[in-house]
C-alpha cells in the first residue's frame, strides 16, 4: 500500500517542481548564463531563500532527480528477490530508474536542457561528473554487498560504470539527435539490455 504523503511534504514537492519547471523555463527562453537564482525563485513565486532550501546551486535544479535515481536503483538492489540473479538485479535496477524517475525529466523537457547545456556549461560538466561517480561508487558497493561470494568491489564498480555509462550515453545520443520520450526511454533499455547479456 503506498503511503499518503503529509501536507507539509507535498508542499514541499509542489515548490521543488515549481523551482524546476521556472528554472527550465528561463534557461530555455534567456540562456543558463543570463538566468540568476533571484530569477528562479521569483518565476517560482517564492523567495531565493526558498530556492537555497531545496538546491544550493542553479546546476542542481538542472541534476534535481539524480538522488531520487539512486534511491529508487539502490532499493532495487538492496531488496533483491530470493533467487533473483546478478543481470536481473542490474536490469531491474536501472528500470527503476528509467521508469521512475527519467520520466519526470523527460516530459519536463528538463532531460534535453541538461543534455543540452552539459556540452557547454562547464559548471554543470563538473558537477554531472561529481555526481555519476558518487552514485556509481555507492552502487557498485550496494551491489557488492547483494553478491559477495560473487563479486569484488573491482568488479562490482565495472559492471555499474559500464551500465551507468551505457544508459547515459545513449540517453544523450538520443536526445542530442532529438528523439521523444519513448525513444529516449526505449534507447535506454536497449542499452540496459546489452550490458546485462554480458554478465554471466
Known sequence: MVEKLGLRERKKQRTRQALIEAAVRLFQDRGYDQVTVAEIADGAEVSPRTFFLHFQTKEDVLLANTDVRVDLALQAITERRPGERLPEVLVRAMDQMIVNAWDRDLSSGLAA??????????????????????????????????????????????????????????????????????EVRNAMRQATALVARSVT
Open 113 to 182: 536542457l541538461r543534455a543540452r547545456l552539459a556540452a557547454s556549461e562547464p559548471a554543470l560538466q563538473a558537477r554531472l561528473l561529481q555526481r555519476y561517480l558518487t552514485a556509481q561508487a555507492v552502487l557498485a558497493q550496494a551491489l557488492q554487498r547483494a553478491f559477495p561470494s560473487r563479486l569484488d568491489t573491482v568488479t562490482a564498480s565495472a559492471l555499474v560504470g559500464a551500465m551507468v555509462g551505457a544508459v547515459s550515453a545513449s540517453a544523450l545520443t538520443a536526445l542530442q539527435r532529438g528523439d521523444g520520450p519513448d
